[in-house]
């Protein structure tokens, strides 16, 4: 149902929805709009899935060629002119590889931003009842991408900065084993609380990313920490819903990668199978974006406050005064 500007949200305020409940509304999202939904997931879709083929298909040839010099390589003598043209011919096999990699992970990082604006702004639109045209979508994302485009930087740079220490502490702890199973047991429990607690930051600072997207001047450190306070009371939710999305990409993973060593078959089906799962993979990052969508404006009711639309499509927090022990901005 549309609204009128500046009117409340469309839903209902008094029930507050389960994880389960969430991935359904998430699910409805689609079918509340179709007609602007169906062409946004598809602009938010084909040039990640072009993208993703196209870096399939480059990589793997050049991966292919350097595994098997590889192999050559060490049936040589390292004395013999053909040891040393295969070497050769491995070093420009990795550049040309690293190169390839890095643009093509630019270029991925910049469609998935702009992809995950698509979504985020049009899920929350049409969720809170607004009916967006393509025009005001293009007009939010030109005149706003800079603000969630350094919340995302921020986010990269605590993903990075997290796995490092992590993989530090675990491998220092690892290399000092000497073979001791105490330590190499504390080392595989340090690695799976490591990996559970960024499966929490990784929500949190989702959360962050789509605050800057749906909340004007609140964008970088200050919409992660908003963030924080915002899933108080709904970590749990929150947590569950990133184990959900993570397990379902791990089975989706995992079958392939079972399926090639298991099942043999020519290097054709392989390649076709591989796009499946990349296109697979790529869905189901969109509907985490819709669920992380409909987690924020739960989160925000669960805390008492509403979720305005006025203006021109600009979401506002309406404030509220906190009860005992609140500290949500």
Same mark, same amino acid.
């Given at each position: ?26 699910? /409805? ?13 598809? !602009? ?5 899935? *072009? ?38 011919? *491995? ?38 009842? $607004? ?22 930087? /921020? ?6 900065? /997290?796995?490092?220490?992590?993989? =530090? ?29 960024? !499966? /929490? ?8 990313? #789509? ?6 001047? =609140? ?12 899933? $108080? ?5 929150? &947590? ?19 399926? *090639? ?15 499946? #799962? ?6 189901? $990052?969109? &509907?985490?974006?819709? #669920? ?6 739960? =989160? ?7 979720? $305005? ?21």
């Amino acid at each position: 149902m549309a609204m009128a500007k500046g009117s409340s949200v469309g839903m209902d305020s008094s029930k507050q929805l389960d994880v389960m409940g969430m991935l359904r509304e998430a699910m /409805y999202i689609p079918s509340r709009n179709k007609k602007i939904m169906l062409p946004v997931m598809l !602009v938010a879709f084909l040039p990640s899935s *072009i993208l993703s083929i196209s870096n399939y298909i480059s990589i793997y040839p050049l991966l292919l060629s350097f595994i098997i010099n590889l192999y050559v390589l060490s049936s040589k003598e390292p004395s013999t002119p053909q040891f040393y043209n295969l070497l050769l011919q *491995i070093k420009e096999d990795a550049e040309v590889f690293v190169h390839v990699d890095i643009i093509f992970r630019a270029a991925s990082y910049m469609v998935s931003f702009f992809s995950m604006m698509i979504i985020v702004y049009s899920s929350a639109m049409i969720y809170f009842g $607004k009916q967006p045209t393509p025009k005001d979508l293009f007009q939010r994302i030109k005149g706003t991408w800079k603000r969630p485009f350094v919340t995302r930087i /921020y986010f990269t740079l605590l993903f990075v900065g /997290y796995t490092v220490t992590s993989v =530090c502490l675990i491998a220092i702890l690892m290399l000092n084993a000497h073979g001791s199973m105490v330590l190499i047991v504390l080392g595989a429990l340090l690695a799976l609380m490591a990996r559970l607690l960024y !499966v /929490y930051l990784g929500m949190v600072w989702m959360m962050g990313v #789509v605050i800057s997207v749906l909340e004007d001047d =609140c964008y970088g450190m200050e919409a992660l920490e908003k963030a924080g306070h915002l899933v $108080k009371g709904r970590r749990a939710q929150g &947590f569950l819903i990133a184990v959900i999305f993570l397990m379902i990409d791990g089975v989706v993973t995992g079958g392939y990668g079972f399926g *090639i060593t298991r099942f043999q078959s020519e290097l054709v089906a392989h390649q076709a199978t591989g796009l499946v #799962v990349l296109n697979m993979l790529l869905m189901l $990052k969109m &509907f985490s974006q819709m #669920v992380y969508t409909v987690f924020y404006y739960e =989160c925000n009711k669960s805390h008492g406050r509403e979720i $305005k639309v006025s203006g021109e499509f600009t979401y506002t927090g309406v404030s509220f005064t906190p009860g005992d022990g609140e500290d949500l901005p």
